[in-house]
């Protein structure tokens, strides 16, 4: 394996997690929606498909079910990256992804546990970390990707990402990794 043939030398590979949410199209999904925070479509180019060049689509809102499954998949696949050799992931919850559309008012309009304060907004990216901290533990290496700005309206404004990487960071975050824009 990759890691097989790496980690020997002393380097270090870490494998990013991500989900693209809305950024996303049914013809990669078995015909069904891509998913979000909201039904909110991506304003954006279309995207290019196996089929041809398609409109991005409204994604379906994750349910409470949804969400839970959504931890679940992040932890089993940290968890895998780390019987695989890994020396650690990424969380990337940037540049207009899944998690990242749960953080911004531009994307989730929620009414529930997972939407409205940013304590709430905050909760999905958050309870991943923890959870994959939980199943790779205390000596495996979690770097979390986070926008420091989004440049779009209604984006997270820069009190709530420094109250997001202070919570990442105490739920098991190793390494705050830092990108800018949607």
């Not at 695989?84 to 008012?105: D, I, K, M, P, R």
């Amino acid at each position: 394996t990759v890691t097989e043939r790496v980690n020997p030398t002393g380097c270090h590979l870490f494998l990013q997690l991500w989900h693209c949410g809305r950024a996303s199209h049914s013809d990669f999904h078995n015909g069904e929606l891509p998913v979000s925070a909201s039904a909110v479509k991506l304003d954006g180019d279309q995207i290019h498909t196996p089929l041809g060049k398609k409109d991005y689509e409204v994604p379906r809102p994750l349910t409470f079910s949804d969400i839970k499954a959504t931890v679940n998949d992040f932890r089993t696949a940290a968890l895998n990256a780390k019987k695989a050799g890994f020396s650690g992931v990424e969380v990337h919850s940037a540049n207009g992804y899944l998690l990242n559309q749960f953080l911004a008012l531009r994307t989730n309009r929620r009414t529930d546990d997972w939407g409205g304060d940013f304590a709430n907004r905050m909760r999905l990216p958050v309870e991943v970390v923890r959870r994959v901290r939980e199943a790779v533990g205390p000596d495996f290496i979690v770097v979390y990707r986070l926008s420091m700005i989004d440049l779009v309206p209604d984006g997270q404004t820069w009190d709530e990402v420094v109250r997001l990487a202070k919570a990442v960071e105490a739920a098991g975050a190793t390494i705050l990794n830092t990108g800018i824009g949607w």
